[in-house]
């Protein structure tokens, strides 16, 4: 049971750091309500990215938790480099018998060049004034043409989750103000879903860096 409460810390460096230890706490029990789904959930999404990339893509994904998804995109063919900020999930990936590793999107470089990154459920954790930051990295880290599918909180302003296991910082968007941010780094929309679940509303994107040249037309993000 989690209590909301409005508004955010001053400090962004302290709610990234309050989230990530929450999840370290809670990693086990978010591996176990998700052991039966898997990826059931991202199916969808991770389909959609398949049309726009070529088999055997190399793949960054960020906030890989359990590594569901990961194993999903690995059985279709894909290359996945799985990264995590708390230490938990990455232990749990490994005691699986597959090499995961720690990345703070906010402070490490992401490397590349990728031909798609995935952040499934993450972004939201990233402080408002941070993201834009994060996003220059995900462009750089692409190679033209590369893919980038992503889900965020839908809705406005920013809130402080207290659980179980601590707090966690979320920060909802809407898609104008996604798309005044992805259109300068050269983004195209390919593909956008609104939907909810149990934790509320999600908005997921798939966006396209400039030059595609693969399989589908993509068109211009509107803002």
Known sequence: ?????????????????????????????????????????????????????????????????????????????????????????????ESRGVHAERLDVVQDDLTGPYDAVVALHVLQHIDRSALPAVLRKVSRALREGGAFLFSISEGRGDVVEQGASGQYYVAMWQQAELSEVLVPLGFRLQWSISDQDNEGSWLTMLVVKKGHDRKETVRPLAI
Do not use: C
Request: proline share 1%; glycine share 10%.
């Open 1 to 93: 049971m989690m209590s909301t409460t409005r508004g955010r810390k001053e400090n962004r460096g302290a709610n990234n750091r309050a989230t990530v230890e929450a999840y370290d706490r809670y990693a086990l029990d978010y591996v176990r309500s998700t052991a039966e789904g898997g990826a059931r959930q991202g199916h969808r999404a991770l389909a959609q990215l398949l049309e726009v990339i070529e088999p055997d893509g190399n793949i960054l994904e960020i906030g890989s938790g359990a590594g569901w998804d990961a194993d999903w995109l690995e059985k279709a063919g894909f290359r996945v480099r799985r990264t995590d900020a708390a230490m938990a999930f990455v232990r749990f990936q």
